[in-house]
């Protein structure tokens, strides 16, 4: 691992952790699999919300996580899942079986993308709607709030790379250089320091993450927080394709109107980069919003 790298993945985890700390309430002792149900018992926890992200990938995880399938025999029956996804996940024969009794384990589901719902609600008795990634139920305003001040002088395009992909860093090179704009890039590539006109951000925190959004000319990425957070800013947007990603952003981009703006080799751009009708797609957003929160709401009150 390059020198720069190692300080910055240990930086970012110590800055995300705080967050952490700082705004959310913890167990009192770190749970493992085999304390789980006592700590449950023991801090009088009696529902689970498991979620979000790519906590249904069995590729991901190596199979199916006991906490994330609420298996656990306290969580069973006792437990709801919002805004789960399955990724790109690959299931032998074999494990359809175990799904399926690992999603009785729920007395809802929330599902992120629209691909497994119809199996999802076909092999079990309770509610399955597709819900909307739980950063999109608040809205930019509410971001500003913990969002740091602008920490780049200079006009900048936002890279944020969450894989390599040398056809994006050429489409952002060449994007920037036409508009004169320097490039800030989230990203681990430690050689792309050495470039003129550029500034590498490989640590940043929550906070500093939502001002570089904020405050970009631009954004051009293949992360699927990255175009989230672009779109809550209404910032001009190129996506880039990503392997083990691709439903999970090509069904957001359906969701705002916008599959029109994501890319594989950039060549094949129609030059629509600013051509994005935020007064509709946050109308889309919205509208998405009250249904995930009405299902939510509904989760919490009556499944436990």
């Known amino acids: 691992m390059c020198e720069l790298t190692l300080p910055a993945i240990q930086e970012n985890y110590y800055k995300f952790d705080?967050?952490?700390?700082?705004?959310?309430?913890?167990t009192c002792k770190k749970y493992t699999a085999q304390n789980f149900n006592d700590i449950s018992i023991d801090e009088n926890i009696t529902g689970f919300v498991c979620?979000?992200?790519?906590?249904?990938?069995?590729?991901?995880f190596e199979g199916f996580d006991d906490g994330y399938f609420a298996n656990?025999?306290?969580?069973k029956k006792n437990s709801v899942a919002y805004a789960a996804s399955f990724g790109d996940?690959?299931?032998?024969?074999?494990?359809?079986?175990?799904?399926?009794?690992?999603?009785?384990?729920?007395?809802?589901i929330g599902l992120r993308e629209n691909q497994m719902i119809p199996y999802v609600a076909s092999h079990v008795d309770v509610p399955v709607q597709r819900v909307i990634d739980p950063t999109l139920l608040l809205?930019?305003?509410?971001?500003?709030k913990i969002?740091?001040?602008?920490?780049?002088?200079?006009k900048y395009l936002l890279l944020y790379a969450r894989r390599y992909?040398?056809?994006?860093?050429?489409?952002?090179?060449?994007?920037?250089?036409?508009?004169?704009?320097?490039?800030?890039?989230?990203?681990?590539r430690a050689k792309n320091a050495e470039k003129t006109n550029r500034r590498m951000f490989y640590e940043a925190g929550v906070e500093?993450?939502?001002?570089?959004?904020?405050?970009?000319?631009?954004?051009?990425?293949?992360?699927?927080?990255?175009?989230?957070?672009?779109?809550?800013?209404?910032k001009p947007l190129c996506v880039f394709s990503r392997e083990q990603c691709d439903t999970k952003i090509k069904e957001l981009l359906a969701l705002f109107g916008l599959t029109d703006h994501m890319l594989v080799s950039g060549a094949e751009d129609k030059g629509n980069l600013n051509d994005i009708n935020y007064e509709v797609v946050h109308s889309r957003i919205a509208e998405a919003r009250k249904k995930s929160l009405e299902f939510l709401r509904m989760e919490l009150t009556s499944c436990f």
């Open 18 to 26: 705080k967050f952490y700390h700082k705004r959310f309430e913890r």
């Open 51 to 60: 979620g979000s992200d790519t906590i249904f990938c069995i590729d991901e």
């Open 72 to 75: 656990y025999d306290c969580m």
């Open 89 to 108: 996940s690959h299931f032998e024969q074999d494990d359809y079986q175990k799904l399926n009794e690992r999603l009785k384990n729920f007395n809802a």
């Open 139 to 144: 809205t930019s305003n509410e971001y500003d």
């Open 147 to 154: 969002a740091d001040e602008r920490l780049e002088n200079e």
């Open 165 to 188: 992909n040398p056809h994006m860093e050429a489409y952002a090179e060449k994007l920037a250089a036409e508009n004169g704009w320097k490039i800030v890039e989230i990203s681990l």
């Open 208 to 234: 500093e993450f939502l001002s570089l959004t904020k405050y970009a000319e631009c954004v051009v990425t293949n992360s699927l927080h990255g175009t989230i957070f672009a779109v809550q800013y209404s």
